[in-house]
């Protein structure tokens, strides 16, 4: 299967925030930006796989600061790490203030993407051709944040599995702002 550069799949997509997009507090919705990001994921991922691709987990997701109205936001991803049958695209925004002349960086997301065959089932997608230092620091950092979520899931399932109930965690509990209901406090512990 032939490579492709990362910058073959490089994509930006620019939109100026109209008033239709705030939210109560007069702010850009965080939902707007997200539906941006996901279709930029899907250019920059089906482009490199010449596939279809859908979304399967969006990692680091943070609104840094808000994006105002009549701001224009540019959206860069580029593919950052390839597995086999998914690709992780690296999102960068930008909102810019272009009275001021003022530009901020809002938010940096990770889109894994899964290529599918048009029979529906997933499909292997070209391996990666690493150009420059940041292509090979983008690949290995995907690497460990992949590292880091198959960890959590582990460490997470371990953790449900081995839980009992509230008596078992009481000093936990008791440092974080939290009322246990009277009912739970009267309950006879299971082990
Ligand atoms: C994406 C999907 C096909 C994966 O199915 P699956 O049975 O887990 O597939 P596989 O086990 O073959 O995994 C395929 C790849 O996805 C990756 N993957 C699966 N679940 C993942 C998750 N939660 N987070 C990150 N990567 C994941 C696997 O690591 C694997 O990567 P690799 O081939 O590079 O090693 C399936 O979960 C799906 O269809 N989800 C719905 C996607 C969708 O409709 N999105 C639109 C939003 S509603």
Known sequence: MIGHSVAYSRSVITELMVPSYANFGGKVHGGTLMSLMDKLAYV????????????????NVQFLRPVEVGEVVSLMGSVNYVGKKSLVVGIKVVA???????????????????????????????????ESEEDVRRFCSALQRRRIREEGVTFM???????????????????????????????TPSH
């Open 157 to 187: 399932n371990d953790y449900k599995a081995a839980f009992t109930d509230h008596f078992a965690v009481a000093d936990l509990l008791q440092a974080e702002r939290c009322i246990l209901a009277s009912s739970l406090i009267e309950s």
């Open 96 to 130: 810019e203030n272009l009275q001021e002349g003022v530009s901020k960086h809002t938010n940096t997301c990770y889109f894994t993407m899964v290529a599918k065959d048009t029979d529906g089932s997933t499909a292997e997608v070209p391996p990666l051709i690493l």
């Open 44 to 59: 920059c991922a089906s482009k490199h796989a010449g596939n279809y691709c859908v979304t399967v987990s969006v990692d």
